[in-house]
């Protein structure tokens, strides 16, 4: 799977931040990264998969520029309400029939700064934009469902929302918000995805992750 593929001020306190609900019971958690500025919720139940993980997985790849990739991480991990999960189902393609939520900030490789735009982050996992203009007979069938500039303090980019069904696979939705920073200098992932039908049930948390992805930038 190709993860390419993304500098902010949090507020003290924040990674170890809870919301709680009125009685008293944490609800949500920060996942954040003060030195790189980034932060967003997830529910406080669902289980962390660690950037350490998610690395080792990463560099027993093969594929092209695979290693180069990896080694820009500045950071990264995913969360899920599955205790099942790790890397492996982080970095594969196949849809998970659980939420799965992935974070990545990494620095651009030289010959990406140049040539980075808004339709290369809507194709940061899969090719949207040649699935979406017909060109291609193999493509599965992709249904866009939103698709919105994101600017933020440091950084702007696309949010896309699609379904894609590849022949004989369950129907997968992905959320996806790619951002870059304003000095082409990074690029800020969040990844959120199931089959759809797993998606549909939990639409209202998944947005509400989505929504709550946060690059500020270093003080």
């Known amino acids: 799977m190709k993860f390419a593929k ?20 944490p609800s949500q958690k920060y996942a954040a990264d003060k030195k790189e500025g980034v932060y967003f919720t997830v529910p406080y139940t669902w289980h962390l998969i660690s950037g350490t993980s998610i690395g080792e997985r990463e560099r027993q790849s093969t594929a092209t520029g695979a290693a180069d990739r990896a080694a820009s ?3 990264q ?13 982080v970095l594969n393609l196949a849809a998970p029939t659980s939420p ?5 900030v990494r620095s651009l490789l030289p010959d990406e700064v140049g040539v980075v735009s808004y339709n290369s982050l809507r194709n940061i996992i899969v090719p949207i934009t040649t699935w979406a203009s017909g060109t291609d007979s193999t493509a599965p069938l992709l249904d866009v469902l939103d698709d919105r500039e994101v600017v933020q303090k440091i950084a702007r980019g696309v949010r896309t ?4 069904t590849e022949k004989g696979k369950s129907a997968q939705t992905i959320n996806q918000t790619a ?7 990074t690029i800020y992932v969040l990844i959120v995805r199931c089959t759809t039908a797993c998606y549909n049930k939990n639409l209202t948390i998944l947005n509400k992750i989505a929504d709550s992805f946060t690059v500020r930038g270093t003080r």
């Open 6 to 25: 993304p500098l902010l001020y949090v507020l003290a306190g924040i990674a170890s931040a809870t919301l709680l609900t009125s009685c008293g019971t």
């Open 73 to 75: 991480v500045l950071w």
């Open 77 to 89: 991990e995913a969360f899920t309400p599955s205790s099942h999960y790790g890397a492996e189902e």
């Open 100 to 104: 799965l939520v992935y974070v990545r």
């Open 161 to 164: 929302t699609y379904s894609f």
């Open 179 to 185: 951002l870059v920073s304003d000095d082409r200098s």
